[in-house]
Nanobody, 128 residues
Framework: QVQLVESGGGLVQAGGSLRLSCAAS????????MGWFRQPPGKERDVVAA????????FYRDSIKGRFTISRDNAKNMVYLQMNSLKPEDTAVYFC????????WGPGASASNEYDYWGQGTQVIVSS
């Protein structure tokens, strides 16, 4: 079993920054791709970013490229999402998730069905 707990969400004005954290317990994340997803109000959950097990490869959805940065600290079993220049359209519940398979990286990194463990989410609200 893996438990993922997100933190760092909140209310911020447009143009501001937040840093989301995802703390994992129950199993080391060292060999797993990790992803951040978000679900805006009334919409489906979709990928934000993903990072390979070593941290050497990353994926970002087009709308957040250049503003968000995903990172990880395997020694601490943590994954982060630094969000800068936030926009009202970034308002959503943000989730971190763990890949089902070890040492996998490819187009599936952006697909929610490739992930098996999810956190409970943290709310991000960006006011205009």
């Amino acid at each position: 079993q893996v438990q993922l707990v997100e933190s760092g969400g909140g209310l911020v004005q447009a143009g501001g920054s937040l840093r989301l954290s995802c703390a994992a317990s129950g199993r080391p994340l060292t060999n797993y791709t990790m992803g951040w997803f978000r679900q805006p109000p009334g919409k489906e959950r979709d990928v934000v970013a993903a990072i390979s097990w070593s941290g050497s490869k990353t994926f970002y959805r087009d709308s957040i490229k250049g503003r968000f940065t995903i990172s990880r600290d395997n020694a601490k079993n943590m994954v982060y999402l630094q969000m800068n220049s936030l926009k009202p359209e970034d308002t959503a519940v943000y989730f971190c998730a763990k890949d089902q398979q070890q040492t996998r990286w490819g187009p599936g990194a952006s697909a929610s069905n490739e992930y098996d463990y999810w956190g409970q989410g943290t709310q991000v609200i960006v006011s205009s």
